[in-house]
């Protein structure tokens, strides 16, 4: 889950085609993990745009498993447990990803290696 809220021109400002491609090869699988499903919530009209710049570098089944719910929690509760939510999203479940943190820090050497590897790919 994503909340974008605080998205605005001073992001898009520094978008490049490089900076697309990269985040298209991430979505696409250039990363170690695997996402089921990416909502974004809160999104402001401008994340829009960034949206429709990388879409046409994204793959159908990633494209079609992004889901856009806006301002509307409910519809994000109908594909998200909330008590998986922390309560700012309506959830009734304490989120402490103290340790998920804790270990991904640990790895940074290695994700740092991925993204590399991901920007290599896309500069070809």
């Known amino acids: 889950v994503n909340d974008v809220s605080g998205f605005g021109f001073k992001h898009i400002r520094v978008i490049g085609l ?4 990269c985040i298209a090869a991430f979505m696409a699988g250039a990363f170690p993990l695997w996402f089921h499903k990416i909502h974004v919530i809160n999104h402001p009209r401008l994340f829009n745009v960034l949206f429709n710049m ?5 793959n159908d ?3 079609d498993n992004i889901v856009f719910h806006g301002n509307d929690l409910r519809s994000l509760h109908q594909e998200v447990c ?3 939510l922390p309560e700012d999203l ?3 479940g304490e989120l ?7 270990a991904a820090k640990k790895l940074d050497n290695h994700f740092k290696e991925h993204v590399e590897r991901a920007l290599a790919t896309v500069q070809r």
Do not use: M, Y
């Open 96 to 102: 402490d990803n103290t340790a998920v943190v804790a």
């Open 54 to 58: 990388i879409k046409p570098f994204l």
């Open 18 to 21: 490089d900076q697309i491609r």
């Open 82 to 84: 909330p008590e998986l």
């Open 90 to 92: 309506g959830g009734s």
């Open 61 to 63: 089944r990633v494209r």
